[in-house]
């Protein structure tokens, strides 16, 4: 019977761990896109900032 118990606490507990982390990544996602922090433009720049291409002649 407490192992019931104990399995219905732990299971519990992740279904709380799991939502809050998929929440807390829609927050994320949220701002991203509020600071305009995605897209494919966006990615390419960034990209070209830190690692550009070599210019062919």
Do not use: C
Request: avoid cysteine; charge should be positive; hydrophobic fraction near 60%.
């Amino acid at each position: 019977m407490v192992l019931i118990a104990l399995d219905q606490v732990n299971i519990g507990g992740d279904i709380v761990r799991e939502t809050f982390l998929i929440l807390l990544a829609g927050v994320v996602f949220a701002l991203a896109l509020a600071f305009g922090l995605g897209g494919r433009e966006w990615a390419a720049e960034f990209l070209e900032r830190w690692w550009p291409r070599k210019k062919r002649p």
